[in-house]
């Protein structure tokens, strides 16, 4: 009913940007209802918030190792949310997923969000 599709992730060279979208749909899906995450998960590590913005986005959460390099940003006409990345590092490798946070207010704990994409793989070349 809910469904989380993340776009836009590839093949990028370090010190290079990328913009990763994720669209929001379902019947009973009130976008602008939901806080939104972005996760991401390396090979062998857990699964990370790397931003996050409340329903309004007035309050945004970034991880400490991507401040000043991600920004993350919402439409709640389109229904979308995205995660503008620049000066890429190899440590940025992973499969990014976006998630969904009923009234949330911004959280980057992983129990708190109800919805979950399929993700997206970003590789970082050097």
């Known amino acids: 009913q809910v469904q989380l599709a993340e776009s836009g992730g590839g093949l990028v060279q370090a010190g290079g940007s990328l913009r990763v979208s994720c669209a929001a749909s379902?019947?009973?899906?009130?976008?602008?209802?939901?806080?939104m995450g972005w996760f991401r998960q390396a090979p062998g590590k857990e699964r990370e918030c790397v931003a996050a913005?409340?329903?309004?986005?007035?309050?945004?959460y970034y991880a400490d190792s991507v401040k000043g390099r991600f920004t993350i940003s919402r439409d709640n006409a389109k229904k979308t949310v995205y995660l503008q990345m620049n000066s890429l590092g190899h440590e940025d490798t992973a499969v990014y997923y976006c998630?969904?946070?009923?009234?949330?207010?911004?959280?980057?704990?992983?129990?708190?969000?109800?919805?979950w994409g399929q993700g997206t793989q970003v590789t970082v070349s050097s």
């Open positions: 913005i409340s329903w309004s986005g007035g309050n945004t």
């Open positions: 379902g019947l009973t899906f009130t976008f602008s209802n939901y806080a």
């Open positions: 998630a969904a946070d009923y009234r949330g207010s911004g959280s980057s704990l992983r129990r708190d969000y109800d919805y």
